[in-house]
């Protein structure tokens, strides 16, 4: 038998994109010193599904750099969602999230909120879903007293419209 290696390319960029406090901070000064636009949004993540796959797209459409904060299974966010949650663990999540190509930094939060990591990270646009007022989305004032932009994004799937018009084509 050959002793072959396994290309694990695909592997390490997926590894190369989850950051802990330390690293997000040195990717970030390579980042700003590149003028990126930095696009910051955060979640549980728990059960990606499409309208999560569609808003970071989204998200990610608004800049050049799209950061994902993950709630991680401390988080006191869990408490309000039941005894069996997270369902995916924050490494699954975290793992899942980075593997999408227009995600390219994730991060895990055990704040109650991710305003400490907002800060550190200071995004040029800050986003959530549309079911948020600006104005209420945490690290408003931080973001915008920063230069920064504060974003909805609509989260009706056009993608999942599209997708069911193609395949009615296909099999009609």
């Known amino acids: 038998m050959s002793n072959t290696t396994t290309n694990n390319k695909n592997i390490d960029i997926i590894?190369?994109?989850?950051?802990?406090?330390?690293?997000?901070?040195?990717?970030?000064?390579?980042?700003?010193?590149?003028?990126?636009?930095?696009?910051?949004?955060?979640?549980?993540?728990?059960?990606?599904?499409?309208?999560?796959?569609?808003?970071?797209?989204?998200?990610?459409d608004l800049g050049d750099i799209l950061i994902v904060g993950v709630n991680s299974d401390r988080s006191p966010y869990w408490l309000t969602?039941?005894?069996?949650?997270?369902?995916?663990?924050?490494?699954?999540?975290?793992?899942?999230?980075?593997?999408?190509?227009?995600?390219?930094?994730?991060?895990?939060?055990?704040?109650?909120?991710?305003?400490?990591?907002?800060?550190?990270?200071?995004?040029?646009?800050?986003?959530?879903g549309k079911d948020y007022n600006a104005e209420d989305i945490v690290g408003y004032d931080v973001v915008t007293m920063n230069g920064g932009e504060v974003k909805t994004i609509e989260l009706k799937s056009a993608l999942f419209k599209w997708f069911k018009q193609e395949t009615k084509k296909q099999f009609d």
Not at 45 to 59: P, Q, R
């Open 15 to 60: 590894k190369s994109k989850i950051y802990n406090w330390n690293t997000i901070q040195d990717q970030l000064l390579i980042w700003k010193s590149e003028n990126k636009k930095i696009v910051f949004t955060n979640g549980c993540f728990d059960i990606l599904h499409l309208g999560h796959v569609e808003y970071l797209s989204k998200a990610s």
């Open 81 to 128: 969602k039941g005894p069996n949650r997270p369902i995916n663990n924050q490494d699954t999540r975290s793992i899942i999230l980075s593997s999408l190509m227009f995600v390219d930094g994730v991060i895990l939060f055990s704040d109650d909120t991710p305003l400490n990591l907002i800060t550190v990270i200071m995004p040029d646009i800050l986003v959530k």
